[in-house]
């Protein structure tokens, strides 16, 4: 069992920036793809962008060049750093954790249990 916890999320005009946080005590977390997923209201889960194991990631063409996920294995950490904050942004965050290199959210069979972020224009 691998239990994430989300924090950073909050409130940030357009334009700002905000850094989230997906903690976990596993020390397996090295060894697991981490992704963060958003989903706004009325709207359907999506993939926001991932890592894997050796530090390569891949991001959502809405957040390309805006949002940088890293992680810091020592402290079973992954971050998503957002930059250039916009309205549309506004959503629940969520990081998930799994073993394969996929966008798609099924492919994740750990979730946190989310963190809002809103932007107001």
């Known amino acids: 069992q691998v239990q994430l916890v989300e924090s950073g999320g909050g409130l940030v005009q357009a334009g700002g920036s905000l850094r989230l946080s997906c903690a976990t005590s596993?020390?397996?977390?090295?060894?697991?793809?981490m992704a963060w997923f958003r989903q706004a209201p009325g709207k359907e889960r999506e993939f926001v962008g991932r890592?894997?194991?050796?530090?390569?990631?891949s991001y959502a063409d809405s957040v390309k060049g805006r949002f940088t996920i890293s992680r810091d294995n020592a402290k079973n950490t992954a971050y998503l750093q957002m930059n250039s904050l916009k309205p549309e942004d506004t959503a629940v965050y969520y990081c998930?954790?799994?073993?394969?290199?996929?966008?798609?959210?099924?492919?994740?069979?750990?979730w946190g249990q989310g963190t809002q972020v809103t932007v107001s224009s």
């Open positions: 998930a954790a799994g073993r394969s290199w996929s966008s798609m959210s099924s492919a994740y069979g750990y």
């Open positions: 596993r020390r397996t977390f090295s060894t697991y793809i």
């Open positions: 890592i894997d194991r050796g530090d390569i990631t």
